[in-house]
Each structure stands twice: as structure tokens, then as C-alpha cells.
């Protein structure tokens, strides 16, 4: 039975839920169909209860303004399911707040702009390159684990001037343990000490330490170096001093190293997984993508003075993102009594904003369920509403890489277009799983055929000799 519509000035309508744990069984049982379906029953304004937790959905575009951008001092990270991560990241800059936030941001901040960001294109494209090296003709390819190396690969390098290649299949391993737990705490009523040894638990502390041993031995090579003479993001994190001249604690340069390292991949390999899922189906669209790549590229390594005619491709990664959006969810806990649309909340309510269901909202979006990476060729980011499209979020907590990973998916995919194209089988089923990222539950089996350029094979070789050292 659903709660009844409340007079303005009250909380707005929603589901009753069941006795105790409320909308959380429906909730952790399909998660995307169920914020989607709550926004069609019930509006822009939902109310609902987790547990007992207070909780809002939100999908009005204005009252997201307020939460994200006018009033974001008034709601932090929510507790409701970040208390369940805390082992992974710490006080990193994904889950710490105030001062200690601010303080983060700001020395991460020169690692993704300007000079040092268009600095990474040559390790993005030898690396990918270097991947290409080990394909096949013909052969058929699960590229959602490919892209997870890969991604690794380049935060590595780029962010930690270190090398990672013995860790790949551990480090994913680590993270497809790590999304799956997290994704079955999602759907408990309390908090389960880490401690207690029950099977997720066991999987969940192993992945960790999986993490840490890879952060750490980054740590130990940069410690042996000269930090004076290196700009890299770990390197500069050492090299800092705070006010009084102490530089950053081990635990924190452990949760930041950590934290980078496994967002700075994690996304970016999504956005490319489900940009090749969707190409896989649409041979007209990989088709003109790779017309204008040949046009604007030839055979030659892509760079970042290339982006800017690189607009479908760019469309390609944007779609993509629309319909799969690696942050699927967005979360806040206010931190005081609120009023949203007319609406009273008190303090500690959670609230939901849903880039999954803003994406493909018809007010905003034609055809919203249809991929069409040419929707995005005209004028239509400029007159979107802001927030329509959040695949980075929004306000002073937008992802700090989304240039990073914007330029990161389209050298990429650019690179591995150039030389192959890709069918997805359909026999190979993929459904969306929902953690802290949207993940292609089942992997995107593709079969890959090799592009003739020129009359001639477009095969590239890259060895490990031939990346560059001015990371």
C-alpha cells in the first residue's frame, strides 16, 4: 500500500514498504528498476524508507541545483551505505568532508589540469596500443576485463609514474570481489562488523589488502626516489607539508593512493565496456566513427591536439555514458533540517539523485532508451538543463578526473578503432549490475576482426620500450 500524498509543506508521497526494513528489500533487489519505477509512480518527490532511515529520491532538476551546487554545505557523502566502504577508502577524497576535503582537492587538483593532463596522451595511446599487440583476427574477446587492465594500466602510469602489470589479474580480481560485496551490503538493514570471517567478509579483506600491497609498493619505489624532481599526482602528495610542516600521514596517503587508483580506472573502463556493448549493435555508428577517425587520424597515433575533430567519437563516449553511466547513483545525508519543493525533511535524511533515470528521461532526451551518439552533435549539451546529464555529477564534489577520463575514453577508443572493429554475440547475455559502479554483469563478448588500412594489415606494435618518459 502506498503512503498517502501529503499536503505541500509535509514529505511527499511514496511506498509504505514493509514492517522494519521499509523500501529496502524492493531497493536491493533490482535497484534500477526500482528508482525508475518510483519516479514514474510518484513524481520528482519520493519518499521513502530504509530500514527506518529517512530517504528522499529526487529528480527535480532545480531542488538537485540547491542539494549539489546552492546548498551543498548542508549535505555530506551518506552514511547509509558509505559506512559499509570505509575499510576501501578511508578519509580519501571519494568519502572525507570540510576542511580535510578542501584540502585534498586542492593537491590533486594541478594532476588533472592544463599542461600535466595533455602530458598523459602518449602513455594513454602506447598503452592501448601496446593491448593491441596481443589481439588476434577473428578471435572473440571479453573487453570489459580488457578495458579493466588497460584503465589500470594508464592511472598507473600516468597518476603514479609506476608500473602495474604484475598486479592486473590480482588487482581485478580485487575489484570484481570488492563490487560484489559492496553491492550485498547495499541491501542490509545494519552494519555487519567486517571482522565476523563470513565468506563476502573474507573475499571483501582480501581485495584490500590486494589494494594496499600495490599502493604500497608504489609508496616504497617513489620514497627511494627524488620527489623534488617529479610532478606526478603520488609525488606530490608525499612531497606536501601542512601548516605546521608535517607532511601527510600514512594511513591518508594510503586511503588517497588507493582511492585514485581505483576510481581513476574503474569508470573510465565502464565507460569504454558499455561504448563497445552499444557499438557491437550498431554497425552504421561504428561504422561512421571509424570514418572519421581514418579522416582525421589515418593510421597514425592519435593525440590530444586530435580531440577537438574527434566530435562522434566524443558523441560515442557521452551516449555511452547517458544510457550506462559508470556513477549510475548519487548520494547525500543532510546534515540539518530542509525543505525541498515545498517539502519538510528533518536531519540525516538520505537523498537519492539517479543519473540512470535523469539520462533517460523523455522531458529531456528523445528516444532515451535508443542509442544515438549523433544526438549529441549539435547544440543539445548547451541546451540541456543543468543536471539532465551528470555522468561526473555535479557541484563542488563533480569528479575531479572528468577531463582525465573524458580524454582517456576517447584516445582509447580511437586507438582500438583504428585498427579493429567489433560485433557483440548476443548469445552472450549482459545485464547492468548495480554496486558503487555500474558494472556489465556476464562481460561484453565481442568478436574482433582486424581493419585493412591502406591495403594492409592494421596491425600497430608496441613494445614496452616505446612509452614515453615524460609522465
Not at 594513454?124 to 583476427?137: E, P
Not at 580488457?146 to 602489470?165: H, N, P, Q, W, Y
Request: proline residues 7%.
Amino acid at each position: 500500500m502506498d503512503a498517502p500524498r501529503n499536503d505541500r509543506g509535509r514529505c511527499p508521497p511514496g511506498p509504505s514498504g514493509l514492517p522494519l526494513i521499509g523500501n529496502l528489500l524492493a531497493l536491493g533487489k533490482d535497484p534500477l528498476g526500482f528508482f525508475a519505477e518510483m519516479v514514474d509512480r510518484y513524481g520528482d518527490f519520493v519518499s521513502l524508507n530504509l530500514a527506518g532511515w529517512p530517504a528522499l529520491l529526487v529528480s527535480d532538476l532545480p531542488a538537485i541545483e540547491k542539494v549539489l551546487v546552492e546548498q551543498h554545505r548542508n549535505y555530506i557523502k551518506h552514511k547509509f551505505f558509505w559506512r559499509h566502504v570505509t575499510a576501501v577508502f578511508g578519509k580519501g577524497l571519494l568519502t572525507s568532508e570540510g576542511d580535510l576535503w578542501q584540502r585534498q582537492r586542492h593537491l590533486a587538483a594541478p594532476a588533472f589540469a592544463g599542461r600535466q593532463l595533455r602530458g598523459y596522451d602518449d602513455a594513454m595511446v602506447a598503452l592501448t596500443r601496446r593491448m593491441l599487440g596481443g589481439w588476434k583476427d577473428g578471435e572473440v574477446i571479453d573487453i570489459h576485463p580488457e578495458m579493466m587492465g588497460l584503465t589500470l594500466r594508464i592511472a598507473a602510469k600516468t597518476l603514479f609514474d609506476s608500473e602495474v602489470e604484475r598486479d592486473i589479474h590480482d588487482m581485478d580480481r580485487a575489484m570484481n570481489d570488492l563490487i560484489v560485496e559492496v553491492a550485498s551490503r547495499y541491501k542490509r538493514p545494519f552494519l555487519i562488523p567486517d571482522a565476523l570471517p563470513l565468506p563476502g567478509h573474507l573475499r571483501y579483506r582480501r581485495a584490500i589488502r590486494t589494494a594496499e600491497r600495490v599502493v604500497s609498493s608504489m609508496i616504497a619505489e617513489r620514497r627511494a626516489s627524488d620527489l623534488e624532481h617529479r610532478s606526478d599526482f603520488l609525488s606530490r602528495l608525499m612531497a606536501a607539508r601542512d601548516e605546521a610542516g608535517k607532511p601527510m600521514s600514512d594511513s591518508l596517503l594510503r586511503d588517497e593512493a588507493i582511492t585514485l587508483l581505483l576510481a581513476g580506472h574503474e569508470t573510465t573502463a565502464l565507460a569504454l565496456s558499455w561504448a563497445w556493448f552499444l557499438l557491437g549493435q550498431h554497425s552504421p555508428a561504428q561504422a561512421r566513427m571509424a570514418a572519421e577517425i581514418a579522416d582525421v587520424i589515418g593510421d597514425r597515433p592519435v593525440t590530444a591536439d586530435d580531440l577537438p575533430r574527434l566530435k562522434f567519437t566524443e558523441s560515442v563516449v557521452m551516449e555511452a555514458m547517458r544510457l550506462y553511466p559508470p556513477a549510475w547513483a548519487i548520494g547525500r545525508e543532510s546534515v540539518q533540517p530542509f525543505e525541498l519543493g515545498g517539502y519538510s525533511f528533518p536531519t540525516g535524511t538520505t537523498i537519492f539523485i539517479i543519473p540512470w533515470v535523469l539520462h533517460r528521461d523523455p522531458r529531456y532526451f528523445e528516444e532515451p532508451e535508443t542509442f544515438r551518439p549523433e544526438r549529441w552533435m549539435g547544440d543539445l549539451e548547451r541546451k540541456l538543463p543543468r543536471f539532465a546529464y551528470m555522468p561526473f555529477g555535479g557541484g563542488p564534489r563533480v569528479c575531479i578526473g572528468q577531463r582525465f577520463a573524458m580524454m582517456e575514453a576517447v584516445l582509447a577508443l580511437t586507438t582500438m578503432a583504428q585498427r579493429f572493429s567489433m560485433e557483440w554475440l548476443p548469445d552472450h547475455k549482459v545485464k547492468p549490475f548495480p554496486s558503487i559502479t555500474l558494472r556489465p554483469q556476464g562481460g561484453v563478448w565481442l568478436k574482433i576482426k582486424e581493419r585493412k588500412m591502406n591495403g594492409r594489415s592494421g596491425r600497430i606494435e608496441a613494445s614496452p620500450s616505446s612509452l614515453p618518459d615524460r609522465i
